[in-house]
């Protein structure tokens, strides 16, 4: 309350005593504020007596004066929700301590000592499954970003690393197995039906990174030599029915490792490397030291319930959690401000490993395609922030698109800068140089200004200032010279209104009109606001392919003609390039339409384009499927201001009936021939799955009656769920008594296996049936839909959140649906709530109708007295 403006009454005086205190704001953490912890914490030597309801854990730290901080008479050790049992100093009952809200800090006389703590908690109740919960039933625990504080008291913050000694014991029958960091040093029986084991990991490491499972569980189990010769054993853990399952994973695994010695020169560091997989998980993975916590999704996989998607995911997942134990564990972050140092470094690492897998072209299109359906939207929001934030108040809430995916941008532009064998240079000084340290970006660009020989002072800004840029771009030819000139603007974000100019690496390829050839692709770095490149000895005006391979991550607004894009959507020899001639040629034209004007000439130069790349005989399948796939109603939504999603819906699938209708014919050859292409693992027969689908769907917009049957024909044939989901999709945007069949089939045919019960639930709620809001509040009433699961909760809420002609309803309907699953989810687990404030948070891209009744959405969230400090961050940002 504004106590200034407002004269308060004695009355209003006697009401605000009555009040109910304001509910505080949460502290906000600032990143200029980091001071080095005043403690060291050699060894942490954990006891866990562990049950589904109770378990208690004795907690022995050896704490010690950090000579390299500043003197503290006491020592904090975060608790989140925690009840203080015993506590000892020195073996000892002491009283110098207290509770500072959920923390406990103890005074401390000396400049060592032994502290005991004894902490009880119930993992049954923990739904919010951060700290120590139950899955299915068994125990694992989450501990990144600060969960550990949650398990017992501790100074829960990255850069306090401490070897860790683990001891638990447990019922024997429910808990065979029993797993943590590092190698298992000893075991035996106990008492009453219970068995124990100790644990032992040699590498000190911060809290976040501590990992314990107990459970009835089988393990897939093979092993690795490395480089160096020693063998590690490899365990991948799951339910008992689930084993037949792990095999991809296995090989995803192995061919991580040797990537990653060959790449990198990186070589794993343990004797063990176990993998766990659990079904309740609010993020992919974990990186936890010598024991990775995989959400099952990205685990398991074959072909009958697993997707081509699917396969590739679990493929990338592997590796990046992988990847993290040399780019997160034995580099870690000083604080969670430097969280892209870790998470950035390592997307970067698993795209170019999948691009070495699975083909450069198409996965970095792909990557792309992300990039601008995600981040492009969440750095033009409410919620935009550098990938080096400057403060914030939950930290859950920043493992974002921007700090992951922008972030591996920024290192990759930096690889595009030095090439391939410099950067190397540079992430061996990096390794070698932190090794063992809690380090931030600043070491990171340092190390590749000195190994890799960059120059990085301009580029820093890419840490620190949010926004895509724009560049806008213009060739003129006069005579026998090539002028491009460049602009940039970097637009404003919250807290950020004034830019300077970024570096940025522009690949560019010059093309000859009448050979379809250019004489080299170079490097341009636009470093001004504003510059001009000249090129000589072109007798005829050059066509310009920029930002070929996506060199950086901006916006480019290219002056030129359509015939143009037309040339380099046939004849770029870049792929990512002609791929994005075709995109902006289909964008230009969608927007204008959805703008209320048609331009007849365009859509026949795009069916022109479109028809080529169906019969070009020279393209792969899994790359024609890239050209024919049309911009995403997100990207093309960001491409205009005050964005109306119900016309850009409209123009999008008018064109794909358009071009179903025109290219009928060719659609459904395509779609026999792929059809006849036996199942299998190679780029061949996963090409061939993706155009099959790909072809449906065009068809479908054209012609409901005769795709359905085509579609129900797909799914009655499909021997993989690439082809039985595909046409389920499709079968599930229409009105025909096909779908209603092919639903019933599916839900029969994999009743009971979680993950294809979601992919149910997700194909019903991401369809394009009009009355897909009736569907998903029905599919909520489902026995087996539960708020408890978080692979369920965005199976059903998030494929309809990211479900635009459903979400935006013109009647607000989608927003007040979404709005109530964040308040009815916030209580139960608030970090997977706050993920669906982002798309309420775009209403200032929306057009005024529909941004209103957004924003009142966010304000009837905001007004709720209880909100967890995850949701009210992002809807207090959101709201600004
Ligand atoms: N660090 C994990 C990863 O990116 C992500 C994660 C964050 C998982 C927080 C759980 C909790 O690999
Ligand atoms: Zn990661």
């Known amino acids: 309350m504004d106590i200034v403006s407002t004269p308060a009454t004695a009355e209003d005086n006697l009401q605000m005593a009555d009040a109910p205190p304001e509910p505080k704001a949460p502290a906000i953490i600032q990143r200029k504020d980091y001071k080095p912890f005043p403690w060291l914490i ?21 704490v010690e004066r950090n000579p390299e901080a500043e003197a503290s008479p006491t020592i904090r050790l975060n608790g989140d929700g925690l009840k203080l049992g015993e506590f000892k100093c020195d073996g000892a009952k002491c009283s110098g301590h207290t509770m500072d809200g959920d923390d406990l800090v103890v005074t401390l006389e000396g400049d060592s000592h032994t502290l005991t703590i004894v902490t009880e908690i119930d993992p049954s109740q923990n739904t919010q499954l951060m700290g120590l919960f139950a899955s299915g039933g068994m125990l694992c625990t989450q501990c990144e970003a600060e969960g550990f504080r949650r398990i017992t008291f501790f100074p829960d913050r990255p850069d306090v690393l401490s070897t860790y000694t683990v001891r638990m014991s447990a019922p024997n029958a429910e808990f065979p197995v029993l797993l943590s960091n590092g190698n298992n040093t000893d075991s035996g029986e106990g008492e009453g039906g219970t068995h124990w084991a100790e644990w032992h990991d040699p590498w000190p490491k911060p809290s976040y990174l501590f990992a314990l499972v107990a459970g009835d569980l ?25 084993l037949p399952r792990t095999e991809h994973a296995m090989e995803s695994l192995k061919k ?36 990775n916590i995989f959400n099952t999704k990205y685990v398991l996989a074959d072909p009958e319930t697993a997707t081509d998607g699917n396969f590739d995911a679990v493929e990338g997942v592997i590796a990046h959690e992988y990847f993290h134990n040399w780019s997160g564990n034995r580099i870690t972050c000083r604080d969670w401000f430097q969280l892209s140092l870790k998470e950035g470094f390592t997307v970067l690492r698993d795209q170019l490993f999948s691009q070495d897998m699975q083909g450069e072209a198409v996965k970095r299109i792909e990557d792309v395609r992300v990039l601008r359906s995600v981040q492009f939207p969440e750095d033009s929001g409410p919620l935009a922030h550098p990938i080096r934030p400057d403060s914030y108040r939950e930290i859950s809430n920043f493992y974002t698109s921007t700090i992951y995916n922008k972030g591996a941008e920024v290192i990759r532009m930096m690889r595009t800068m030095a090439g391939p064998d410099a950067f190397r240079k540079g992430t061996d000084l990096y390794f070698g140089r932190h090794d063992g340290e809690a380090a931030t970006c600043e070491d990171f660009v340092r190390s590749m200004e000195d190994g890799a020989g960059l120059e990085l002072e301009q580029f820093r800004r890419w840490y620190s200032q949010a926004g895509t840029p724009v560049v806008e771009a213009v060739l003129v030819h006069d005579g026998d010279t090539a002028a491009l000139t460049l602009k940039q603007t970097v637009p404003p974000t919250p807290g950020q209104v004034e830019k300077q100019p970024m570096p940025i690496p522009l690949r560019i390829a010059l093309f000859d009109r ?47 003609p359509q015939d143009e894009l037309v040339f380099l959507a046939a004849n770029d020899d870049d792929p990512f390039a002609r791929y994005e001639a075709m995109q902006d040629l289909v964008t230009d034209y969608l927007t204008q339409v959805a703008a209320g004007s048609q331009d007849d000439a365009m859509r026949a130069a795009i069916g022109e384009a479109f028809a080529a790349i169906m019969q070009d005989g020279d393209l792969e399948d899994a790359m024609r ?13 960001e491409q205009v201001d005050a964005a109306d999603p119900g016309r850009i819906h409209e123009a999008r699938q008018g064109l794909k009936a358009w071009l179903g ?9 395509l779609h026999d021939r792929a059809n006849n292409v036996p199942y299998g693992q190679s780029a061949e027969a996963r090409g061939a799955r993706k155009v099959k689908t790909l072809a449906l769907t065009f068809l479908a917009a054209a012609d409901a009656d005769g795709t359905a049957k085509r579609a129900a024909g797909q799914y009655d044939a499909a021997d993989n769920m690439t082809d039985r989901q595909g046409a389920l999709m499709v079968l599930a945007g229409l009105n025909s008594p096909e779908r209603t069949a092919r639903l019933m089939d599916f839900y029969n045919r994999y009743r009971g296996d979680e993950l294809t019960i979601d992919k149910w639930f997700a194909t019903q709620a991401a369809s394009l049936h009009p009355n897909v809001i009736e569907h998903v509040k029905a599919l909520a009433e489902h026995p087996d839909f539960t708020m408890r699961n978080p692979n369920r909760v965005r199976s059903l809420y998030m494929a309809f959140a990211a479900n635009p002609q459903g979400f935006h309803a013109p009647d607000g309907s989608g927003y007040k649906l979404i709005a109530d699953v964040i308040l009815a989810l916030d209580p139960i687990n608030p970090q997977t709530a706050a993920r669906f404030v982002p798309y309420l948070g775009r209403f200032r891209r929306i057009e005024a109708g529909r941004a209103k009744l957004m924003r009142a959405e966010l304000e009837r969230i905001a007004a709720s007295p209880t909100l967890s400090r995850d949701t009210h961050e992002q809807v207090s940002r959101s709201l600004g």
């Open 42 to 62: 050699p060894q942490t030597h954990l006891s866990f007596e562990l049950g589904l309801e109770k378990t208690r854990v004795t907690a022995t730290l050896t």
């Open 218 to 242: 089988v393990a897939n189990s093979d092993s690795f030599t490395t480089m160096s010769g020693r063998e590690v054993t490899l365990n991948i853990y799951v339910r008992d029915g689930d």
């Open 256 to 291: 991580s490792m040797v990537w990653d010695e060959e790449t990198f020169g990186r070589e794993y560091d343990l004797d063990l490397f176990n993998i766990v997989a659990v079904s309740d998980f609010n993020m992919g993975a974990m990186e936890n030291k010598g024991l």
């Open 514 to 560: 009448a050979t379809a050839t250019h004489r080299g692709e170079e490097l341009v770095m636009l470093t001004d606001a504003e510059q001009t490149f000249t090129y000589e000895g072109f007798a005829e005006k050059p066509v310009l392919s920029i930002n070929r391979g996506f060199s950086a991550p901006v916006t480019v607004r290219r002056d030129i």
């Open 625 to 637: 499927g890239e050209l024919m796939i049309l911009p995403g109603e997100t990207y093309l939504a």
């Open 661 to 669: 209708e025109t290219f009928g014919d060719q659609l459904r050859a």
